[in-house]
């Protein structure tokens, strides 16, 4: 079974920088699709960005040039790199772990981290 747990978020000024971090316990996380998800209240969770096992990278055209996903496999964690932050920006973020199987994709979730910017 994957845990992951997120851990960075908090309040932050416009423009501002956040990092946050998503460490697996239970198994590796190499193989895995890393992703970052956000969500807002009376919207659903939308992609924010995802990176495959093989470091290849998806960021949301809106995020592009702000928002960076990198990994580190060995210390099985997923960053999310946010600068020059928006007020649009606050949300609760989720981390996400997915594979393919048998039985379809498999995900996993973290609990989330609330990101909230301050003008």
């Known amino acids: 079974q994957v845990q992951l747990v997120e851990s960075g978020g908090g309040l932050v000024q416009s423009g501002g920088s956040l990092k946050l971090s998503c460490t697996a316990s239970?198994?590796?996380?190499?193989?895995?699709?890393m992703a970052w998800y956000r969500e807002t209240p009376g919207n659903l969770r939308e992609l924010v960005a995802s990176?495959?096992?093989?470091?290849?990278?998806n960021i949301v055209d809106s995020l592009k040039g702000r928002f960076a996903i990198p990994r580190d496999n060995v210390k099985n964690t997923v960053y999310l790199q946010m600068n020059n932050l928006k007020l649009e920006d606050t949300a609760v973020y989720y981390c996400?772990?997915?594979?393919?199987?048998?039985?379809?994709?498999?995900?996993?979730w973290g609990q989330g981290t609330q990101v909230t910017v301050s003008s």
């Open positions: 990176v495959t096992s093989d470091t290849r990278t």
């Open positions: 996400n772990a997915n594979t393919p199987s048998w039985r379809g994709r498999l995900d996993y």
């Open positions: 239970g198994t590796s996380l190499s193989r895995y699709t």
